[in-house]
T-cell receptor
Framework: EAGVAQSPRYKIIEKRQSVAFWCNPISGHATLYWYQQILGQGPKLLIQFQNNGVVDDSQLPKDRFSAERLKGVDSTLKIQPAKLEDSAVYLC??????????FGPGTRLTVT | KQEVTQIPAALSVPEGENLVLNCSFTDSAIYNLQWFRQDPGKGLTSLLLIQSSQREQTSGRLNASLDKSSGRSTLYIAASQPGDSATYLCAVGPMNTGFQKLVFGTGTRLLVSP
């Protein structure tokens, strides 16, 4: 069974630029999550999808972050414009309903 | 608001030792608790999932226990090996949400020396 796929693995941008991350969950997993992990901290949930609907985006900075999950499969997370404090690893995870979550390798973002 | 604390923040042991990692949480109304491993520059690998009705789970040399009433979980690693060196994260899924919104601790960084 293929795992959660993410791309790119690394991205370096200047502040005020925009960036997008892509995630492909495990086949059949209805729930998809995006987490932000700042160095030295545990992951923090940004947004959670059930199929293609948002069920929790309470910690998503909506003035600069957006996410979508078209057709209930792949998802993209966008930051526009980026700030220095957005430097972090962005992790995508998926699960079957409220079951165990499986994580992708993450995208390491550096904002200079 | 659920808060998860992991102690110690870092641990260094010689190969072969048995060790215990601790996780505490402030709200005992949890749906489940999950232990993860994270290697440098990598994503998270799920180690054990304990449902709120369970007291422990075992996988190979790993054993995780859950005491909801006291808000504690422990991860026991038997006969540690250098390959166990990684950061271990504990995460809880709150009961009072409809979906699995995990709240993570900050992790314990483990180094097992040969």
């Amino acid at each position: 069974e293929a795992g959660v796929a993410q791309s790119p693995r690394y991205k370096i941008i200047e502040k005020r630029q925009s960036v997008a991350f892509w995630c492909n969950p495990i086949s059949g997993h209805a729930t998809l999550y995006w987490y932000q992990q700042i160095l030295g901290q545990g992951p923090k949930l940004l947004i959670q999808f059930q199929n293609n609907g948002v069920v929790d985006d309470s910690q998503l900075p909506k003035d600069r972050f957006s996410a979508e999950r078209l057709k209930g499969v792949d998802s993209t997370l966008k930051i526009q414009p980026a700030k220095l404090e957005d430097s972090a690893v962005y992790l995508c995870a998926s699960s079957w309903d409220r079951d165990e979550q499986y994580f992708g390798p993450g995208t390491r973002l550096t904002v200079t | 608001k659920q808060e998860v604390t992991q102690i110690p923040a870092a641990l260094s042991v010689p190969e072969g030792e048995n060790l215990v990692l601790n996780c505490s949480f402030t709200d005992s109304a949890i749906y489940n608790l999950q232990w993860f491993r994270q290697d440098p520059g990598k994503g998270l690998t799920s180690l054990l999932l304990i449902q709120s009705s369970q007291r422990e789970q075992t996988s190979g040399r790993l054993n995780a226990s859950l005491d909801k009433s006291s808000g504690r979980s422990t991860l026991y690693i038997a006969a540690s090996q250098p390959g166990d060196s990684a950061t271990y994260l504990c995460a809880v899924g709150p009961m009072n949400t409809g979906f699995q919104k995990l709240v993570f601790g900050t992790g314990t960084r483990l180094l097992v020396s040969p």
